[in-house]
Structures are given as C-alpha cells and as structure tokens.
C-alpha cells in the first residue's frame, strides 16, 4: 500500500476569525447601507463605518444578548452618524466655504443634466432631512429608503410601534414643511 503524503501548503489550518470580523462579514453592507442613508450625499460613510466596528471591537464583550446583535448595530451606527453629523455641522459653520451642488459635474451632455438634477434633488431632501428631529428623521429614512417595516424599524429604536407611526406622520409633516420652505428660500 502507497503512503499517503499530505501537501504542506493544504494541511496549513485557516485562522477562525474573531467574533468582529465574523460580525463584519455578515453585517458590513447592512451598516454601510444605513450609514450612507442616515448621513446624506456629503457624508464621509467609509469613516464612519470603520468607527463604527471599531466600537464593536470595544464593546464586543460588553455584548450580552438582551438584545438582537442587528439592534445592537443600528444603535452604535445611528450613534456615530448623529455624532460625525454634528461635527461636520460645526465644521460648517465655523468654515463660510460651502460646496455648490454641480460643483463636479460636468454639463456636456444630457446625461450630465440629469445627473445634475439628481444630485440637487438629493441634496434639498437632505437639507430637510437636516433640519428635522432625530427620531422623525431616522425612522422615516429608514421607512421610505431602507424600506424597512414599522415593525423592524421598532425593534431597531427599541421603541412601540404607535411611536414609530407617530414618528412616521410628524416626519412626513415636517419632511413637507421643510422642503417648502427651502424651495421658496431658492
């Protein structure tokens, strides 16, 4: 009977990776996703995603299951955003220099227009996005472009499903009121 030779390279044990990684794995893009909608066009989502594991790997032990690990995500994501959010405001406000809306855009063709057009809308529903509460502005992102359910998006804010439907209705009013406003100001 032959012996059996086993190759080096083959037999070489693949690390099991760490409770962060295998959570980065499987929720990266779920994270990266509410990051960019929660934070708007002008938003820096790749560092705020990395901040965001980066608290993971803190807390990971602090971790104790009371609640589901995505809950437990969104609240360190929607932390981060809310955070770099405010900063970028101060940013803002302490710098006069703002970015005009087609500023990189090139307009030689059609296509460029509609780019254009897409950008500056964008750009106004987040500018009223902006001037919205916290709660309002959150749970209606995540209802009408995360397209999660009410039921989901209460178990994401921890909070009834009354007060997401309530949430839901003041924001739309205040989404209405804001973009009328700042259509009339341009």
Same mark, same amino acid.
């Given at each position: 009977?032959?012996?059996?030779? @086993?190759?080096?390279?083959?037999?070489?044990?693949?690390?099991?990776?760490?409770?962060?990684?295998?959570? /980065?794995?499987?929720?990266?893009?779920?994270?990266?996703?509410?990051?960019?909608?929660?934070?708007?066009?002008?938003?820096?989502?790749?560092?705020?995603?990395?901040?965001?594991?980066?608290?993971?790997?803190?807390?990971?032990?602090?971790?104790?299951?009371?609640?589901?690990?995505?809950?437990? &995500?969104?609240?360190?994501?929607?932390?981060?955003?809310? *955070?770099? =959010?405010?900063?970028?405001?101060?940013?803002?406000?302490?710098?006069?220099?703002?970015?005009?809306?087609? *500023?990189?855009?090139?307009?030689?063709?059609?296509?460029?227009?509609?780019?254009?057009?897409?950008?500056?809308?964008?750009?106004? @529903? /987040?500018?009223?996005?902006?001037?919205?509460?916290?709660? /309002?502005?959150?749970?209606?992102?995540?209802?009408?472009?995360?397209?999660?359910?009410?039921?989901?998006?209460?178990? @994401?804010?921890?909070?009834?499903?009354?007060?997401?439907?309530?949430?839901?209705?003041?924001? =739309?009013?205040?989404?209405?009121?804001? @973009?009328?406003? &700042?259509? =009339?100001?341009?």
């Amino acid at each position: 009977m032959p012996a059996i030779r @086993l190759d080096p390279v083959r037999a070489i044990v693949r690390p099991v990776p760490s409770p962060v990684e295998a959570i /980065y794995r499987e929720h990266g893009a779920t994270v990266a996703r509410w990051v960019v909608r929660l934070g708007g066009p002008r938003f820096d989502a790749e560092d705020a995603v990395q901040e965001v594991f980066a608290i993971v790997a803190e807390r990971i032990s602090e971790f104790r299951g009371d609640a589901k690990l995505r809950t437990w &995500l969104y609240g360190i994501t929607e932390n981060v955003v809310s *955070e770099q =959010r405010r900063r970028a405001r101060v940013r803002r406000w302490f710098s006069a220099r703002a970015t005009e809306a087609g *500023e990189h855009v090139e307009a030689s063709s059609p296509l460029a227009f509609e780019a254009l057009e897409r950008l500056q809308a964008t750009r106004l @529903l /987040y500018a009223a996005l902006d001037r919205m509460r916290e709660p /309002y502005r959150s749970a209606l992102i995540l209802f009408e472009l995360e397209e999660m359910s009410g039921e989901e998006i209460s178990e @994401l804010k921890r909070v009834k499903i009354a007060t997401v439907w309530v949430w839901l209705h003041r924001a =739309r009013a205040q989404l209405a009121r804001h @973009l009328a406003d &700042l259509t =009339r100001s341009r």
